[in-house]
């Protein structure tokens, strides 16, 4: 059973940073494309930075760029996402999702995605 379990989450002042984990099993890590997502309140999930398997290709949302990091540790079967200069429009429950294949024309849109985890809640204050 393919499990996603997210951590790290949780209150932050407005120009903080944060890290985010999602442990994973259940499958073969290094077979898999990773990504974050994050749903607000009212808005629709929106894939904010994806990995491919191998760590090599990286992509980020224009919402996110140049303030997050992605990575996976393959020894560790883990994904972080590490963002810093927070806004308070970066609050949203944070996702981790993996899935095997990607369309390279749009890596982070959720259809490349089955496998879900339950989501950390992030809560940026101003």
């Known amino acids: 059973q393919v499990q996603l379990v997210e951590s790290g989450g949780g209150s932050v002042q407005a120009g903080g940073s944060l890290r985010l984990s999602c442990a994973a099993s259940?499958?073969?890590?290094?077979?898999?494309?990773m990504g974050w997502f994050r749903q607000a309140p009212g808005k629709e999930r929106e894939g904010i930075a994806c990995i491919s398997w191998s760590g090599e290709r990286t992509y980020y949302a224009d919402s996110v760029k140049g303030r997050a990091t992605i990575s996976r540790d393959s020894a560790k079967k883990t994904l972080d996402l590490t963002m810093h200069s927070l806004k308070p429009e970066d609050t949203a429950v944070y996702y981790c999702?993996?899935?095997?294949?990607?369309?390279?024309?749009?890596?982070?849109?959720?259809?490349?995605?089955?496998?879900w985890g339950q989501g950390t809640q992030v809560t940026i204050s101003s």
């Open positions: 999702a993996a899935g095997p294949a990607w369309d390279y024309t749009s890596p982070c849109s959720r259809t490349n995605y089955g496998y």
């Open positions: 259940g499958l073969i890590f290094d077979d898999y494309n």
